[in-house]
């Protein structure tokens, strides 16, 4: 499967958003208390999914016609915490979580989302190398946001009482494997149904080549 054959057609990516949608929605929202918020994968996906089709500019946050793929997911994101937080009957403002730190959450899922174009710049199809990139892409940019959020939320928010480097450090390795283990396992659902997806649909297109041409 070469690059050129992976651009996806717009009603599919139209397709990957709604469902990268509902995947945040039903696990931000904690409607399953099994289930761990997948936001940071969703945003890596999306970076690789709506980003521009042509891989030498998929690094640009205006993907094409899905240019508005980023701030939809990312107003999504808030409206689902003002919806769960004013459930709660907690005004929104005066939550633990909402600070000025709250809106460095744009530049920590835009981390992902550039993670994942970056990746699809140098998708080639499925191999190794790939499987290498994937790997080392998810790292970095879920790291970053990690970096983002969490830093933003230690230095800025009102709600930390006490501040030092030590601190944060020690907060930092308190909170990152759990951020990182979520992350990736959710992103490896997703890799592995790229691969069964690609699959079938080579197999399929394999199959109706090799199909008896009708007799004129």
């Known amino acids: 499967m070469t690059a050129s054959s992976s651009s996806l057609t717009k009603d599919l990516r139209l397709g990957l958003f709604l469902l990268l949608g509902l995947v945040m929605v039903a696990t931000r929202s904690h409607h399953f208390d099994a289930l761990p918020d997948a936001s940071w994968a969703v945003f890596f996906l999306a970076g690789f999914y709506l980003s521009k089709g042509k891989p030498e500019e998929a ?7 899905f240019r508005w793929a980023f701030p939809l997911l990312m107003a999504l994101a808030v409206a689902i ?14 939550h633990y979580c909402v600070s000025p730190a709250y809106w460095f959450l744009v530049p920590s899922y835009a ?13 080639r199809g499925l191999h190794l190398r790939e499987g290498a990139l994937l790997v080392v892409s998810v790292m970095l940019a879920a790291s970053l946001c990690y970096l983002i959020s969490n830093g933003s939320f230690y230095w800025i928010s009102p709600n930390v009482p006490a501040r030092s480097f030590g601190g944060w450090i020690t907060n930092l390795g308190d909170w990152y494997l759990p951020f990182m283990q979520t992350t990736l396992i959710y992103v490896g659902i997703g890799a592995a149904l790229h691969v069964a997806t690609t699959f ?10 090799r199909s008896p041409q009708s007799h004129r």
């Open 111 to 123: 981390a992902l989302w550039f993670g994942g174009a970056w990746l699809r710049a140098r998708y």
């Open 81 to 94: 915490d003002y919806a769960v937080i004013s459930a709660q009957g907690i005004d929104f403002w005066s």
């Open 200 to 209: 079938a649909v080579n197999a399929l297109g394999g199959a109706s080549q």
């Open 59 to 65: 690094v640009t946050l205006a993907g094409g016609s």
